[in-house]
């Protein structure tokens, strides 16, 4: 069994030029589909990693419904007893990230593996706990990446480029087809180690000599932010700077 991503099956249909859509239709192409492409066979992740993936995922969502209960309180509620409701809401989604998280971190101290491999991304200027434990959640697996580009693509943080001829020459942007939530746990990472990373400070100051805008070295710094990730893990060894400006 292989798990495909639909938009490589939707772009195989439509190099088929395929205008019918039914059952058998969809089932004959995704036939062809693997027998051209030979897409490899899923592997199931180790119980500790999905467990893992449960719980940051969880963690997530907690944040998010709190961060829409607090939206609501800001927007200025009338209602006495709406206002107590939501209030009451707000601290009982602040007990269980705060629960979630003693969970997460218990998790991780609990499987040896895990947990090395969190003090190694801990090493990075940028990545905290939190970052470290997404980050080993939504990756998974080192070992089934080719490269640290490989890495960057999967969580959609490599340019897109779109030139054809000399009469089109787009501006650079990210491709944004990968993982979402990486590239969300990633930016104010790479905030935070362009403020306080002489590494990093030192880096981007490169980049932005040679003309890359604000949001562009950001981008550049949550990419390398992922080089960097890819090669602690896979090396087994912590953030060293000399490295560092190669990965």
């Known amino acids: 069994m292989s798990v495909v991503n639909p938009a490589a099956t939707k772009a195989f249909a439509a190099s088929r030029l395929s205008r019918t859509k039914t059952d058998r239709v969809d089932a004959e192409l995704i036939a062809r589909f693997c027998l051209s492409q030979a897409p490899p066979a899923w592997t199931p992740l180790p119980t500790q990693v999905r467990e893992l993936q449960a719980l940051v995922r969880r963690l997530e969502s907690l944040i998010e419904m709190r961060l829409m209960e ?22 009982y989604l602040t007990e269980q990230i705060k629960r979630t998280e003693g969970l997460i971190r218990n998790h991780i101290n609990n499987h040896p593996t895990l947990k090395r491999q969190s003090e190694l991304l801990d090493s990075i200027p940028g990545i905290a706990e939190t970052t470290a434990a997404l980050l080993l959640s939504e990756i998974t697996d080192i070992t089934q990446y080719r490269s640290a580009r490989q890495v960057a693509a999967y969580a959609g943080l490599v340019p897109r480029e779109r030139q054809s001829g000399s009469s089109l020459r787009g501006r650079t942007r990210l491709s944004k087809i990968g993982n979402a939530r990486l590239r969300r746990a990633l930016y104010f990472p790479a905030i935070t180690a362009l403020r306080c ?13 040679r003309g890359k ?4 070295v950001i981008c550049a710094v949550m ?25």
């Open 70 to 91: 607090e939206n609501r309180l800001s927007s200025g509620i009338t209602v006495e007893a709406v206002q107590e409701s939501v209030e009451e809401l707000i601290a």
């Open 197 to 209: 990373s002489e590494f990093f400070q030192s880096w981007a100051k490169g980049l932005q000599e």
């Open 213 to 216: 805008c604000k949001m562009s």
């Open 223 to 247: 990419r390398k932010l992922v080089h960097l990730a890819y090669g602690v893990l896979k090396s087994g060894k912590p953030f060293d700077p000399e490295w560092a400006k190669t990965a």
